[in-house]
């Protein structure tokens, strides 16, 4: 569950959403046109694989560089022949509210390595595309060589605080033509074009292309307004307001059992439907008194305020945050009634009918709990190394230094 599900749907159900696109095609035109360049900001983030060289079995053996630095460079070939300039962004922020984010990455990842050596040495064949590791010195090598091939067409910036806030603000600001990524974040950005990196495919024969999301049609499939996406995002669960936080509303929008965990596709058509059937979001208030309504009421207040500034983050990175100042506050009305934001149920009772008193008195609040630092990271660092043998893991070396660094710093400057 989370935001990841907008990305899944647009990759997988958006029913027309996404169509292939040529990049090389579409700079000839705009140069036509308006005797502009195309300009696009790719997250290196979402296609570090892409960025390696598509798909090469050795990494998990030390790299092969000198194919890396063939790619960079005919991709900047590419790229200057067809007038295109792009920029690459690479995530150099610490993101301390997405500590526990980071360590579900570092434990799926740990899993994945231990399963890729599993292969090797049980059946000698070579990891798939979808077991790609990035290399801890993967980075790095990118920047070290998109800066030695000093192409005016291609260049590596850095990201300093918020990672795709940043990445959607330099676009706008600079007057670029699209983002290529693959993060639900920025389809409730709502970038000029939305193009998918994981689709990001370059021949030999310099056809540079993609697939391109069409955030119009999506949202008539979806049969959602735009102005909604914020709150259906923040409704999907994020780093600021989680999934564990949501989990209450997600059983009974589902009519779930109160120890079972709902599908990922149920709770999204769920929460797209509660969305969907609010007669107005004007009042973040009196929904969050609806969504969190089985939390005491000091608890529902600081749920409250968690939604908030969920909203309040995916605003940020909206069209009309950027035209009215980056600093503008979500609108509230303090006049609206429960009863004004849902439409009337008929039928069976159902969550949406519930009073606040009676949800007050749920013993459902009693299943929330509070997680801590400590429940989400090891008692030592050194509970981060991979357990493989000697002979296989000298290849991860500088993966496991790297983690167990990152670890100790964030252990010692992280307090939730």
């Known amino acids: 569950m989370g935001i990841h599900l907008l990305q899944e749907f647009l990759e997988t159900d958006s029913h027309g959403g996404q169509k ?4 090389s095609a579409l700079a000839l035109e705009k140069r036509r046109i ?8 790719i997250d290196a983030e979402n296609c570090l694989d892409r960025l390696y060289g598509g798909f090469l079995s050795d990494w998990f053996c030390g790299g092969s560089w000198t194919l890396m630095q063939n790619f960079l460079s005919h991709l900047a070939k590419v790229c200057t022949d067809s007038e295109i300039e792009v920029v690459i962004f690479f995530n150099g922020a610490i993101e301390r509210d997405r500590i526990k984010e980071w360590y579900v990455d570092q434990a799926s990842m740990r899993q994945t390595i231990n399963l890729v050596f599993a292969n090797i040495g049980r059946k000698g064949i070579p990891p798939s595309r979808c077991q790609f590791v990035p290399l801890a010195c993967l980075r790095p090598a990118l920047i070290t060589a998109i800066r030695h091939i000093s192409s005016p067409n291609m260049q590596a910036r850095f990201s300093q605080n918020d990672h795709r806030l940043e990445v959607i603000t330099f676009c706008r600001e600079n007057q670029f033509d699209a983002i290529m990524a693959a993060h639900g974040d920025y ?45 259906f995002a923040a409704l999907l669960g994020n780093h600021i307001l989680t999934e564990k936080d949501l989990l209450p509303f997600y059983r009974d929008l589902t009519n779930s059992a109160d120890t079972v965990t709902p599908a990922p596709k149920d709770v999204f058509k769920a929460v797209l439907n509660f969305v969907r059937q609010l007669v107005t979001i004007d009042d973040v208030s009196v929904i969050g008194h609806l969504v969190f309504r089985y939390f005491s009421e000091e608890e529902r207040q600081e749920k409250i305020a968690l939604l908030k500034q969920s909203l309040q983050h995916y605003y940020n990175g909206t069209r009309d945050a950027a035209a009215v100042g980056k600093d503008s506050a979500v609108v509230v009305n303090a006049d609206l009634k429960p009863a004004d934001i849902l439409p009337p149920f008929s039928g069976e009772r159902s969550f949406c009918d519930m009073s606040i008193s009676e949800a007050n008195d749920s013993h459902l609040s ?12 090891p008692a030592t660092p050194s509970q981060f190394k991979l357990d493989l043998s000697s002979s296989t893991s000298s290849a991860y070396s500088s993966t496991e230094l790297n983690t167990t660094r990152t670890a100790r710093s964030l252990r010692g400057s992280i307090r939730f």
């Open 20 to 23: 292939a696109v040529n990049l």
């Open 34 to 41: 308006s005797n502009q360049r195309l300009r696009v900001v």
């Open 187 to 231: 389809a409730v950005f709502d970038p000029p074009r939305y193009f998918s990196s994981r689709n990001l495919k370059l021949t030999f024969k310099g056809v540079f292309s993609t697939s391109e999301f069409v955030m119009d049609k999506v949202a008539r499939n979806l049969d959602l307004h735009p102005k909604r996406f914020c709150f």
């Open 366 to 377: 009693e299943r929330i709990m509070n997680m801590s630092i400590d429940e989400k990271l």
